[in-house]
């Protein structure tokens, strides 16, 4: 129909705004210490990375662009100055530019789910995006609660823990496979729209020497977290963190029927 036709038609004139998180956090691989006055994690001399969730985010963000879905992705960060890094990644993997929301407050501790999602939310509203991806969670707070709350607080559709994207030729939904525990959940929503990115969206990439040169001249504009006018009081405090006790040390079995002894008398795992 012609209606349609022109609606296509403008889709692909406008294409969408996509604004995507990334934070700053523990690298994956590093095995954390608990800082000699139990605080918290000890973050002195730390190898530190962007969340691998939000990687996935932001990877699902260019491959938009990359399909022509996407005319721009911005990447936005909320940290303290090392946060810049982390966003300089972003546009090497891709992104157009980027925003850098400052604050001194510790990321893993102080700076909490809802305060966060409000300081995107100032963000979003500044840019106007069609659409927004997160990473399903971050791994040093496991809260995985960040983008609902934005969702809510900016009165949009939201799915989380999404395998894979598909926005529609007109621009005006999605439909977007979810994994659950009971298995995948296909979900149709319009745009504007909040996604959280899952394990098995699709897999990042590695950026290329030259693009991580380009990314230094990438725009990358600041703003200081006291000005978005968030109240950023501290409502849960950490009051001091443990490591876990040391797992008992591995015995040798003669046989499996001694093996079997020990899983009925000692482990109590079989009846």
Known sequence: ?????????????????????????????????????????DLSSVKMSMNPFCEIACEEAIKLKEAGVASEVVAVSVGPKQSVETLRSALAMGA???????????????????????????????????????????????????????????????????????????????????????????????????????????????PKLPNIMKAKKKPLEALDAADLGVDLTVVNAVTSVKAPPPRPPGVTVANVDELLDKLKTEAKVLS
């Open 96 to 206: 157009d530019r980027a925003v850098h929301v400052a604050t001194e407050l510790r990321l893993d501790q102080e700076l909490q789910p809802l305060a966060t999602a409000r300081l995107l939310a100032e963000v979003a509203k500044r840019e106007a995006p069609d659409l927004v991806i997160l990473g399903k969670q971050a791994i040093d707070g496991d809260n995985a609660t960040t983008g609902p709350m934005l969702a809510e607080l900016l009165q949009w559709p939201h799915v989380t823990f999404a395998s894979k994207v598909d926005v529609a030729a007109d621009g005006a939904s999605a439909t977007i496979d979810r994994e659950t525990d009971a298995g995948i959940d296909t979900v149709k929503v319009d745009l504007p729209c909040l996604v959280t990115a899952d394990l098995r969206l699709n897999t990042p990439r590695y």
């Open 1 to 41: 129909p012609p209606s349609e036709f022109f609606r296509q038609k403008l889709f692909v004139m406008s294409k969408l705004r996509v604004l995507v998180g990334v934070k700053r956090v523990v690298d994956y691989a590093v095995r954390v210490r608990v800082a000699p006055d139990a605080s918290g994690v």
